[in-house]
T-cell receptor
Framework: AQSVAQPEDQVNVAEGNPLTVKCTYSVSGNPYLFWYVQYPNRGLQFLLKYITGDNLVKGSYGFEAEFNKSQTSFHLKKPSALVSDSALYFCAVRDPRGATNKLIFGTGTLLAVQP | EAQVTQNPRYLITVTGKKLTVTCSQNMNHEYMSWYRQDPGLGLRQIYYSMNVEVTDKGDVPEGYKVSRKEKRNFPLILESPSPNQTSLYFC???????????????FGEGSRLTVL
């Protein structure tokens, strides 16, 4: 069965420091991987996705993620955190063999960036 | 502006009183889906629709109904709400993933439902 794990409920980082939000997945075959961000009282916004190709994927707002097949990971990164990056981040996986666009989401990681 | 619109955004109701949460998208997307978000559980799919008149169950369909009579609308119906359906609900839509490459999911702003 497909699954996604976000091992940290919360990540704290100081503004200007690099940030990493971790995600590992379990799926047969080559996965399609996504990161979404949720700001308070808002819906989820797409950040980036990995389908195939270069393992380093660049997305919105200066975020990037690295696909590591051997470690089954897709960690979200940003070189320099901003206070405005504080939000709830979700990793998601889609089974490429599936006929639907169903995403399996992790439980979310709350990113808190301190000034 | 491309968007997914849900209504109502907030609702408090009582057990057993039927309610409908509407969802409408203006992107001509074939695929639409409902998720619920609960603390510690992330988002779980309730129902989805591949196109008009084509719907199917997701992972947590019990207590919910949907319909897809028009391409743009995908209402979520709670015939007899119960307190365990208190949750934050999201509607999402995307292009039809027929070529194997998933279209990006666009989400609505969410509907927070409380069932007393």
């Amino acid at each position: 069965a497909q699954s996604v794990a976000q091992p940290e409920d919360q990540v704290n980082v100081a503004e200007g420091n690099p940030l990493t939000v971790k995600c590992t997945y379990s799926v047969s075959g080559n996965p399609y991987l996504f990161w979404y961000v949720q700001y308070p009282n808002r819906g989820l916004q797409f950040l980036l996705k990995y389908i195939t190709g270069d393992n380093l994927v660049k997305g919105s707002y200066g975020f990037e993620a690295e696909f590591n097949k051997s470690q089954t990971s897709f960690h979200l990164k940003k070189p320099s955190a901003l206070v405005s990056d504080s939000a709830l981040y979700f990793c998601a996986v889609r089974d490429p063999r599936g006929a639907t666009n169903k995403l399996i989401f992790g439980t979310g990681t709350l990113l808190a960036v301190q000034p | 502006e491309a968007q997914v619109t849900q209504n109502p955004r907030y609702l408090i109701t009582v057990t057993g009183k039927k309610l409908t949460v509407t969802c409408s998208q203006n992107m001509n997307h074939e695929y639409m889906s409902w998720y619920r978000q609960d603390p510690g559980l992330g988002l779980r799919q309730i129902y989805y629709s591949m196109n008009v008149e084509v719907t199917d169950k997701g992972d947590v369909p019990e207590g919910y109904k949907v319909s897809r009579k028009e391409k743009r609308n995908f209402p979520l119906i709670l015939e007899s709400p119960s307190p365990n359906q208190t949750s934050l609900y999201f509607c999402a839509s995307s292009n039809y993933p027929g070529n194997g490459r998933p279209g990006e999911l666009f989400f609505g702003e969410g509907s927070r439902l409380t069932v007393l």
